[in-house]
């Protein structure tokens, strides 16, 4: 009705909506919190899995890639899993050198780097061709091992040889020459550099077909000799080794043999060419064995 007042809703009608109201609006908030929770409980998260270092990382590939050792400073054993030896940091070294300690430093770097710059004392050496010749016959000796920087393993890997190889005192500077020179400890150029570069089986061939000269010496014994050998090669005696056994051209290429991995025959022999004054000489580590263990020819 047109002009009509509209009344104000009773008091008690006010009242009986409320709590149907209120009831509404609990159900409402039940169900999103149910629905909240049961996302909560499916949503799970897991943690990534740290790098493993240390002991944890024996054996072991992975996250183990890249690991550094723990030892920082003095000495502490290795942790890595790579060998029976021990960390020497590089001043507790150069005092040790300094205190005239008996013992044989050795470089598994690069000729050319060896003769840049090297820990004093030290003598040049290939890891990948270890024989009593470079570390002595004192298997309690101590030995220490480095290589190029921190991140270098190659110190790690000879001095495992060297442990496998029995020998008991073996210890690594993991600093390697880069971290030796950073931290301003002194150094030596020149010296006592390794005179024969490490050949392997497989490049031997490669090696012959390139070069205008090349002569191959095996110095096993004639029985060995006899029973096979690599092609082309010629017999000599490591110990007994003249001119006549090798070419008239001292910047030939020359490869010198003998009967396994750990012999060090032909790393005399190598020796007795390079005192006669020949430049350009190679030791095939691996031996005759290693040839025949690849199945490349032999001659009879």
């Known amino acids: 009705m047109r002009g009509a007042v509209r009344l104000p809703r009773p008091l008690h009608m006010e009242n009986q909506m409320k709590p149907h109201f209120s009831l509404a609006i609990a159900f409402a908030l039940a169900l999103v919190l149910s629905a909240c929770g049961g996302a909560q409980k499916t949503a799970t998260t897991t943690a990534a899995p740290s790098a493993k270092t240390g002991k944890d990382c024996k054996g072991k590939k992975g996250d183990c890639k890249g690991k550094k050792s723990d030892c920082k400073g003095g000495d502490c054993a290795d942790k890595g899993g790579e060998g029976t030896f021990a960390m020497v940091s590089g001043p507790d070294l150069l005092k040790q050198i300094d205190a005239k300690e008996k013992m044989l430093i050795l470089d598994v770097n690069r000729k050319a780097r060896f003769l840049k710059a090297h820990v004093p004392g030290a003598v040049h050496v290939s890891r990948h061709a270890l024989t009593r010749i470079e570390l002595g016959n004192d298997k309690a000796a101590k030995l220490v091992f480095y290589c190029g920087s921190p991140k270098c393993r190659a110190s790690h890997k000879a001095a495992k040889t060297a442990g496998e190889m029995g020998y008991t005192n073996v210890f690594v500077m993991p600093l390697g020459i880069k971290g030796w020179e950073a931290a ?31 002569t191959i010496i095996d110095v096993n014994s004639p029985e060995r000799y006899a029973k096979g050998h690599v092609p082309g090669a010629k017999n000599a005696k ?63």
């Open 184 to 214: 301003g400890l002194r150094t030596e150029a020149g010296g006592n550099a390794q005179v024969f570069q490490v050949i392997k089986t497989a490049d031997v061939l490669t090696k012959s077909k390139g070069a205008a000269q090349v």
């Open 238 to 300: 490591a110990d007994a080794l003249t001119a006549a056994d090798l070419p008239k051209n001292k910047d030939a290429v020359v490869i010198l043999y003998c009967g396994a991995l750990r012999c060090g025959a032909s790393h005399r022999a190598a020796q007795a060419a390079a005192k006669m004054g020949y430049t350009n000489l190679f030791v095939m580590a691996a031996g005759i064995k290693g040839w025949e263990a690849q199945g490349l020819p032999t001659e009879k």
